[in-house]
């Protein structure tokens, strides 16, 4: 393709990006004042900044501050926070706001300080730069204490959203009354003007606002645990909110307090028991550890850790940090005199974009009259109003930014209204009505209300003001995140008119009124008129304003202070930071009334409700609204206009946005909640006016079990995270290694507190010690921890840009099923920047080979003309250009032509597949044992016993990977494009580097893939990275010029595959023994996973799922059949599980079909088929020790259902759901084993590369990766077999001696790549070499280095990894041990390696390590040989496809809201087999991170695709689901409240170094426990007549909603559907 030989003149303009133009007035600037990090950004550099640029971009890609992270690029995972700091005049004071800088828009930051992670702490030891000195004058920690608390707290894993995390946190302890407790109760000097509060309302802010950041890794539960630590989370009595039962008494006061069991005493009490646990030093040293056989067990709780950690941080930081960004703040922008800049602020702004990027031009006027002769000049019919794309409002950009990324709208003129136009952002009350401005911030609002909620005044007034701003609040905390809300405001939320936005409704039943301003002439006044805001919305994103109008004011009237309410209604996908399904705002005035005969009752004297989601706009329910008017408040008035709704709101099945039924549901449901709370308002007024001699109608009575109905989350208290980890003490096992290398077991139980102190001895001092430094079984702290927490580690967008970077941009098939016909590259080639365009043509001529694939070269690098496109998003060629944006450009800009356009016949789901005969069938694979399950499933008894059958299929959905890191890779040319190095974040780079080689023409020896670190990967990045990779080498060898290619967030999403979607159709049978029990007897079952248009990995992933399809129980007879199918979607790939979960979940679904069929429990059904020792597994694995190793399962059972009372807790859930109708209890309990081996023999190798240098430290290199794992030290306490006093000492002692070695300086950068497998391997080194920690460094990952090696997957990194790299040191340790011994037995490996080299002996060595041949591999289609044993079992001759399982058990229990469909997970317990582990804080971090992103893919995560059941959504297999907007994984608030771990005692493993187990997969599935006990609870919902019913993963609420199948859903189903059996719509 040509290449533009113009772009070297389009680079020269490239940068002189913002110059004013010839005619800018000169009562404007041209140059914006910015200020970053504590300075001011010289003018050579503020004139770069454009129009349409972002924040983000102009700190990452001009002033090079990368800590701040690209995540989504729409203000939905929080990596991009930074801190917005201006000063408010009004208020004498400078205010702070957290923003997304990926959407707040650069010259929107003029006159302010922005603050960004590298501003507040280094790991850097610069004394100029932070270092702040203490009381005492020493130089404290150079971490910020909020960095420092995530590193020891270990709230970071990956690290790529940590830098936004930090900053998020930093923002809301910016805050007045945020301070420490040490601090803000210390009212005396400068500290005596913050504002005082409790540790309680502290960690309430946190709670409340800690709303805007995604992690994919952690699981949460620590980095509350740091956020907290920070706050003081010692609740004294009085801090503890005063909880108040129905009858109106405090609970702690009731008289009735020891015998009364209501749920509210109950929560009483255990605040109080809390309290108490506290005091007494919390539960581990208290007494709560644990003894097992002869192992002692360590635990630590959030709340131990919190109350220690207090003390260790204040003693290291000194107060001044906590006044860091007040002190930050520039004082020019301070100053009132002459070196401040107000006069130069009090200028309007003006730039325009000269450069290439044609951004436009920028205004910020600073009085109302030149905001609307702006909005005259350049709206249509304006002087200027030529310009295409017209004026365009920029507040926040939080709309406006979206629609120029995604949507790609230009906007020639933008205006940022000045703070200074204070009728915009001002609000106030006045004596009936709120008064709130148009630009106004929703963040500040908020405020706004919480204050008039609180307000002082005559009791009539204060509740008038309460009433009104309540619901408004209550709405706001649930709106977007903190970091939108902060510059988000109530006029753009109006303007943009979304038919799905919460304030909207909220205004409309509130009866607001919107001031609109303009200035039709020039020299004449401001016009204003007043629209109700009910009648603003005239159709789908239009509104009733004139072009030149803008809403200046919102008037907000206020409620009466007694017998008239408004409630807001929300419900979403996931409750934070998410778009409404549907919301609604109602409010309903009422009246005493009598009848003829003189009987009172009470009337509705008006009432508006209005609702979002349910229209193309934001819709007043009118019908409903005069159905209800002059009738009686009571049950049967709300019953009638219930129906009117749903004749009122009838959808189609197509209605855009999908859903019908469930959103008529949901607006019924709110209706019914609506008519509860006003009913429980009611009875508050009039029992408030019992004094008065005034004589009221009777209130309503509702049902008892209705009373629960009341409420709804969007008013509640968000909760507290807390935890409990629990471990054996650590110890040295020896496994493997002694079979393998022949080493000597020199296993040891060295206490933990001694191991701690003889680490913290060795690196503190230089003099030899004879003190072992054991290393392996410690929870070691994350290295990587303080450069995660302070922007400095380097991800691959991160590294510096070489001398003449090009960007690369995809081009991508809008269609699919449709032949390529021609690409015209001319359009882009004339845009100025594109430097050259390549397809497959390109690489024809260069010889390169186009294929690619892992198992098939079924793909394209770039899609040749004449071939069928398969997917939307397929690849066809890439544009390189002098940016990014510029290359997105010239992509979009390419024409691309189609012929044999068939898209209606694109098959997109498994039964489309399956229509179609659309499969892989020569990977189709069959697994039997037993006899003919056809012949048996047809007999109704066995051996005179009855012989239960139960027949059904059972579907889960895909999931989306959702790292965060998008994939990147740079592609760096040299010896004249002869040589290529990648740097690529990838999980497999041997893979990446044959086919860049292939590719591009080039020996794979001159190709070299490098990889530092990754920001997650979960098996999205082992082949799926690939073709980013080869896109980038080959612009860069055919341009000989560095090229880096990022992909967004959602054409990443779009393109690169995620975990399979899987249909089970099944058909099984169980034998009633004559005591009852249910046998497992047989099992038929035949699964489907969609694999996309390519091959993949599809194969193995299906696989995986017959392996594993019977879980944990013992089927005699048994035949399992797997088939890939080939559909239209992306090519499908490896993700956590490999497709073990999905056949997990098809097993555990069976065992409910005959619990419900056989009318018994599901526990005992469960326990009484679980394996024993020396049963077999269908493909032919017998457990027991030489076999499978330890088989655990029964035993952890049995121990998690004595330990967690599981029958009493069923009851206990039994007896709430009989008194409460509308919120249901239910629990799950499930177990799971997982195998641990590649299936593919020839993949369970690896290799490692040790040198020893003569200092005495060590460099390690290997063939695997770094992925979202974590190295992290847990505060563990010694069990309850030591003496308490003993134990707080030794608890002192290990946790001081941790943060001494977290804080030395030394070496620690030196392996700052590390986290999980890297902290591991670090691990077995220096165990190997009895050296401290910090001496051994994990280099990137580098095919230079280690060749040929297997992706980073199967959790069998560490098996492999760990005993290749102590291989390799044994070898080395063999060498130099003659040396050892000429020395004294004092000497230090620094001398016996300095003497070892000068007697010419290699201090190198490359290890490596494959598992034995009889325990890997499986040989699908091998027949039985002849003389086969007939001891052994059915398939054993196929192979040995596991090396052993990991195996766990967790229970969770949930609530979930009938009306609404919305749940909570109230507890978690999950306890897990992972053998002797190496580090069990990286473990239990895995653990926990596995299990949310489980939880995730089994709840609210929803892949949607353009289906038979999506057909809004076109072109049809496009996919919807491509962002944090439309793809909601969980949140901060979405982690059980109660979240415990727990890695099983006595648990050795003889197939794995170190007698350890993998982990990072396993778990997995667990988090299914928390499906399971909502399907529970919605049987509980349903009654004891609901009977079977297939409940499809994921559990999300609409599926929760429709399940129950209470009267309100079934009416909405509609009479000719199958109520029962209603399937909601999704993709699968």
Same mark, same amino acid.
């Given at each position: 393709m040509p290449i533009n030989l113009s772009y070297e003149s389009d680079i020269a303009t490239l940068n002189n990006a913002a110059q004013p133009s010839s005619n800018t007035d000169d009562n404007y600037r041209s140059t914006p004042l910015l200020y970053i990090n504590s300075h001011r950004i010289p003018a050579h550099l503020a004139t770069l900044a454009r129009p349409n640029q972002t924040l983000l971009d102009f700190l990452r890609n001009t002033l090079h501050l990368t800590g701040s992270k690209l995540g989504c690029g729409e203000g939905g995972c929080g990596a991009c926070t930074v801190l917005l700091s201006r000063f408010d005049k009004s208020k004498g004071a400078v205010v702070h706001s957290t923003v997304n800088a990926c959407l707040f828009p650069v010259l929107g930051a003029d006159g302010c300080h922005v603050t960004t992670v590298e501003g507040i702490g280094s790991w850097r030891h610069d004394a100029n730069k932070n270092g702040i000195a203490n009381s005492s004058g020493e130089e404290t920690d150079n971490l910020h204490p909020i960095q420092r608390a995530m590193v020891d707290m270990h709230g970071s894993q990956c690290g790529y959203c940590t830098p936004g995390i930090v900053m998020a946190l930093y923002g809301l302890f910016a805050q007045d009354g945020m301070l420490p407790t040490s601090i803000s109760g210390d009212n005396s000097g400068d500290n005596g003007n913050h504002k005082t509060t409790t540790a309680a309302q502290r960690q309430d802010y946190l709670e409340e606002h800690l709303d805007g950041n995604l992690c994919r890794c952690t699981g949460y539960r620590p980095i509350w645990d740091a956020a907290r630590s920070l706050v003081s989370c010692h609740h004294s009595e009085d801090d503890l909110?005063?909880?108040? *039962?129905?009858? &109106?008494?405090?609970? /702690?006061?009731?008289?009735?307090?020891? !015998?009364?069991? =209501? +749920?509210?005493?109950?929560?009483?009490?255990?605040?109080?028991?809390?309290?108490?646990?506290?005091?007494?030093?919390?539960?581990?040293? *208290?007494?709560? &550890?644990?003894?097992? /056989?002869?192992?002692?067990?360590?635990? !630590?709780?959030? =709340? +131990?850790?919190?109350?220690?950690?207090?003390?260790?941080?204040?003693?290291k930081?000194?107060?001044?940090?906590?006044?860091?960004?007040?002190?930050?703040?520039?004082?020019?922008?301070?100053?009132?005199?002459?070196?401040?800049?107000?006069?130069?602020?009090?200028?309007?702004?003006?730039?325009?974009?000269?450069?290439?990027?044609?951004?436009?031009?920028?205004?910020?006027?600073?009085?109302?009259?030149?905001?609307?002769?702006?909005?005259?000049?350049?709206?249509?019919?304006?002087?200027?109003?030529?310009?295409?794309?017209?004026?365009?409002?920029?507040?926040?950009?939080?709309?406006?930014?979206?629609?120029t990324k995604f949507k790609h709208a230009s906007y020639p003129t933008m205006v940022h209204p000045s703070k200074d136009i204070h009728t915009l952002h001002d609000m106030f009350s006045t004596e009936d009505c709120y008064h709130v401005g148009g630009c106004a911030a929703l963040g500040d609002l908020q405020e706004f209300c919480r204050s008039e909620m609180t307000s002082d005044g005559e009791e009539a007034n204060r509740r008038r003001h309460e009433r009104t701003a309540k619901p408004i609040h209550d709405m706001l905390r649930w709106f977007a995140s903190t970091q939108i809300r902060n510059v988000a405001c109530l006029g753009g939320n109006l303007v943009t008119a979304s038919p799905i936005s919460d304030m909207n409704p909220m205004l409309c039943s509130l009866g607001a009124t919107l001031v609109l301003a303009s200035r039709p002439k020039s020299d004449g006044g401001v016009v204003r008129r007043n629209v109700k805001v009910s009648d603003f919305f005239i159709g789908y994103r239009t509104v009733e304003k004139e072009d030149m109008e803008v809403i200046e004011r919102v008037d907000i009237p206020l409620l009466q202070d007694r017998f008239e309410y408004c409630i807001p209604f929300k419900q979403a996908r996931r409750r934070e930071d998410d778009i409404s399904i549907v919301t609604s705002g109602m409010r309903i005035k009422l009246r005493p009334a009598a009848t003829n005969s003189n009987e009172k009752y009470w009337e509705i004297e008006d009432v508006a409700i209005a609702f979002g989601g349910m229209a193309p706009k934001t819709v007043m329910a009118r019908s409903t609204m005069d159905d209800l008017i002059g009738k009686p408040f009571d049950s049967n008035s709300f019953e009638d206009a219930r129906k009117v709704l749903q004749d009122e709101f009838q959808m189609p099945d197509d209605v855009p946005g999908g859903q019908a039924q469930y959103r008529l549901t949901l607006a019924c449901s709110f209706l019914h909640r609506f008519y509860l709370n006003c009913v429980d308002e009611l009875t508050k007024d009039v029992a408030a006016d019992k004094t008065e001699a005034v004589s009221y109608p009777p209130v309503p009575l509702i049902e008892n079990d209705e009373e629960c109905g009341v409420g709804g989350f969007v008013g509640v208290k968000k909760p507290s995270i807390t935890g409990l980890q629990t471990y054996p003490e650590p110890k040295v096992a020896m496994g493997l290694e002694v079979e393998h290398l022949g080493m000597k077991d020199e296993s040891s139980d060295l206490p933990l507190a001694a191991v701690a102190a003889a680490a913290a001895k060795s690196s503190l001092s230089d003099k030899p010690t004879k003190q072992k430094n054991n290393s392996v079984g410690q929870p070691a702290t994350h290295a990587s921890g303080p450069l995660h927490c302070t922007g400095e580690a380097i991800y691959i967008d991160d590294i510096p840009a070489p001398a003449n970077l090009l960007h690369g941009s995809l081009i991508l098939a809008s269609k699919c099923h449709a032949t390529l016909a021609s690409i015209n590259v001319e359009p882009a080639l004339s845009i100025p920047g594109v430097a050259g365009i390549f397809t497959s043509e390109d690489i024809e001529r260069i010889g390169g080979d186009n294929k690619m694939g892992p198992i098939l070269l079924d793909d394209f690098t770039f899609l040749p003309v004449g071939e069928r496109v398969e997917f939307v998003g397929q690849v066809l060629g890439i544009v390189v250009a002098a940016s990014q944006e510029i290359a997105e450009k010239g992509a979009r800009a390419v024409a691309v032509e189609y012929t044999d356009d068939v898209e209606g016949k694109a098959i997109v789901s498994i039964e489309d597949a399956i229509d179609a005969e659309s499969f892989w069938t020569d990977f189709r694979h069959e697994m039997k044992r037993g006899g003919n399950v056809d012949e048996i499933l047809n007999k109704s008894e066995v051996d005179g016993k009855r012989h239960v059958i139960v027949e059904g299929s059972m579907r889960s959905s895909g999931q989306e990977h959702f790292y965060l890191e998008p994939n990147s890779t740079l592609a760096v040319p040299s010896e004249s494009a002869t040589n290529l190095t990648i740097y690529s974040s990838t999980q497999a780079p041997?893979?990446?580097?044959?086919?860049?080689?292939?590719?591009?023409?080039?020996?794979?020896?001159?190709?070299?893939?490098?990889?530092?670190?990754?920001?997650?990967?979960?098996?999205?990045?082992?082949?799926?990275?690939?073709?980013?990779?080869?896109?980038?080498?080959?612009?860069?060898?055919?341009?000989?010029?560095?090229?880096?290619?990022?992909?967004?967030?959602?054409?990443?999403?779009?393109?690169?595959?995620?975990?399979h979607a899987f249909l089970a159709k099944y058909k099984a049978g169980a034998i009633v023994e004559e005591d009852g029990t249910i046998k497992l007897h047989a099992l038929d079952v035949r699964l489907y996973n969609n694999g996309g248009c390519k091959f993949d990995l599809s194969g193995p992933v299906m696989d995986r799922a017959l392996f594993h399809v019977d879980n944990c129980y013992f089927w005699p007879n048994f035949h399992s059949v797997g088939t890939s199918c080939k559909t239209s979607q992306p090519p499908h790939t490896a993700f956590r599980g490999f497709g073990g979960p999905q056949g997990l979940l098809v097993a555990e679904h069976i065992m409910d079909h005959f619990a419900t069929e056989c009318n018994v429990s599901g526990d005992k059904l469960r326990r009484d088929n679980m394996y024993s020792l020396q049963d077999a597994t269908p493909f032919g694995m017998r457990f027991g020790d030489g076999f499978t190793g330890m088989w655990n399962v029964p035993g952890m059972w049995d121990r998690l259902e004595k330990e967690l009372d599981i029958p009493g807790r069923r009851q206990r859930a039994a007896e709430f759901n009989r008194k409460n109708k509308w919120i249901k209890r239910g629990v799950?309990?499930?177990?799971?084993?997982?195998?641990?081996?590649?299936?593919?023999?020839?993949?369970?190798?690896?290799?490692?590369?040790?040198?020893?240098?003569?200092?005495?430290?060590?460099?390690?290199?290997?063939?695997?990766?770094?992925?979202?794992?974590?190295?992290?030290?847990?505060?563990?306490?010694?069990?309850?077999?030591?003496?308490?006093?003993?134990?707080?000492?030794?608890?002192?002692?290990?946790?001081?001696?941790?943060?001494?070695?977290?804080?030395?300086?030394?070496?620690?950068?030196?392996?700052?790549?590390?986290?999980?497998?890297?902290?591991?391997?670090?691990?077995?080194?220096?165990?190997?070499?009895?050296?401290?920690?910090?001496?051994?460094?994990?280099?990137?990952?580098?095919?230079?280095?280690?060749?040929?090696?297997?992706?980073?997957?199967?959790?069998?990194?560490?098996?492999?990894?760990?005993?290749?790299?102590?291989?390799?040191?044994?070898?080395?340790?063999?060498?130099?041990?003659?040396?050892?011994?000429?020395?004294?037995?004092?000497?230090?490996?620094?001398?016996?390696?300095?003497?070892?080299?000068?007697?010419?002996?290699?201090?190198?060595a490359h290890g490596f390590f494959a598992l034995d041949n009889d325990r890997c591999g499986y040989d699908?289609?091998?027949?039985?040989?002849?003389?086969?044993?007939?001891?052994?079992?059915?398939?054993?001759?196929?192979?040995?496809?596991?090396?052993?399982?990991?195996?766990?058990?967790?229970?969770?229990?949930?609530?979930?809201?009938?009306?609404?469909?919305?749940?909570?997970?109230?507890?978690?317990?999950?306890?897990?087999?992972?053998?002797?582990?190496?580090?069990?804080?990286?473990?239990?971090?895995?653990?926990?991170?596995?299990?949310?992103?489980?939880?995730?893919?089994?709840?609210?995560?929803?892949?949607?695709?353009?289906?038979?059941?999506?057909?809004?959504?076109?072109?049809?297999?496009?996919?919807?689901?491509?962002?944090?907007?439309?793809?909601?994984?969980?949140?901060?608030?979405?982690?059980?409240e109660s979240f415990n771990i727990s890695l099983l005692e006595n648990a050795n493993n003889p197939f794995a170094v170190h007698s350890s187990k993998a982990v990072g997969e396993p778990p997995f599935f667990l988090g299914c426990s928390v499906f399971f006990a909502i399907k529970d609870a919605i049987i509980a919902a349903r009654g004891s007549g609901g009977g079977y019913f297939e409940f499809r993963l994921p559990a999300t609420s609409e599926r929760i909603r429709m399940a129950c199948s209470d009267d309100i859903a079934s009416d909405c189903i509609g009479s000719d559907r199958d109520q029962s059996s209603f399937q909601p719509h999704g993709s699968f």
């Open positions: 909110e005063e909880i108040r *039962g129905p009858c &109106g008494v405090k609970c /702690g006061e009731c008289p009735e307090r020891e !015998s009364c069991e =209501m +749920d509210c005493n109950l929560e009483s009490k255990k605040q109080m028991a809390d309290v108490a646990a506290n005091d007494n030093g919390g539960g581990c040293c *208290g007494g709560s &550890g644990s003894e097992s /056989g002869n192992e002692k067990c360590c635990s !630590s709780s959030s =709340m +131990d850790k919190i109350q220690q950690y207090q003390q260790i941080i204040e003693s930081h000194s107060e001044k940090w906590w006044d860091q960004p007040n002190d930050m703040f520039p004082d020019e922008l301070l100053r009132d005199d002459e070196k401040s800049v107000h006069d130069e602020l009090s200028k309007p702004l003006k730039v325009m974009d000269t450069s290439i990027h044609n951004g436009g031009t920028w205004y910020t006027p600073n009085t109302l009259e030149e905001l609307l002769d702006l909005f005259r000049e350049f709206s249509s019919g304006g002087s200027n109003s030529s310009n295409s794309g017209g004026i365009k409002m920029v507040v926040g950009n939080t709309e406006v930014g979206i629609e041997t893979k990446t580097q044959d086919f860049c080689a292939r590719v591009t023409n080039t020996p794979a020896a001159k190709v070299v893939v490098r990889m530092k670190r990754m920001g997650g990967g979960f098996g999205g990045k082992e082949t799926r990275s690939v073709f980013v990779a080869t896109a980038a080498a080959v612009s860069a060898k055919l341009m000989n010029r560095p090229v880096r290619v990022t992909l967004n967030r959602d054409t990443d999403m779009a393109i690169t595959g995620g975990r799950g309990f499930i177990p799971t084993k997982f195998g641990i081996a590649f299936t593919a023999k020839y993949m369970n190798q690896g290799g490692a590369l040790v040198h020893l240098y003569t200092d005495g430290t060590v460099l390690v290199t290997h063939g695997g990766t770094e992925m979202g794992q974590v190295r992290e030290q847990l505060d563990c306490y010694l069990s309850r077999g030591y003496g308490s006093a003993l134990a707080v000492v030794c608890c002192l002692l290990l946790f001081i001696t941790s943060l001494i070695i977290c804080l030395l300086p030394s070496r620690l950068d030196d392996y700052s790549t590390q986290q999980g497998l890297h902290t591991k391997v670090c691990q077995v080194a220096a165990q190997a070499f009895n050296i401290p920690l910090d001496h051994v460094y994990v280099n990137d990952s580098s095919t230079d280095k280690v060749a040929n090696t297997i992706p980073s997957a199967a959790s069998m990194s560490t098996d492999l990894y760990g005993m290749a790299t102590l291989d390799a040191c044994q070898q080395i340790l063999k060498r130099i041990q003659p040396i050892k011994d000429s020395l004294s037995p004092d000497a230090t490996l620094k001398e016996v390696a300095k003497k070892a080299f000068f007697e010419r002996i290699d201090l190198s699908w289609n091998k027949d039985c040989p002849e003389g086969f044993p007939a001891d052994l079992p059915d398939n054993a001759w196929k192979g040995h496809p596991f090396n052993y399982f990991t195996q766990g058990v967790a229970m969770a229990e949930v609530e979930i809201d009938v009306l609404t469909g919305d749940h909570k997970t109230i507890s978690a317990d999950v306890l897990v087999d992972v053998g002797s582990s190496i580090n069990p804080a990286i473990d239990i971090g895995q653990i926990e991170g596995a299990f949310i992103q489980g939880m995730g893919w089994a709840t609210i995560e929803e892949v949607i695709y353009g289906d038979d059941d999506h057909t809004w959504i076109r072109p049809r297999a496009r996919m919807h689901t491509t962002g944090p907007g439309t793809y909601k994984i969980p949140a901060f608030n979405d982690v059980p």
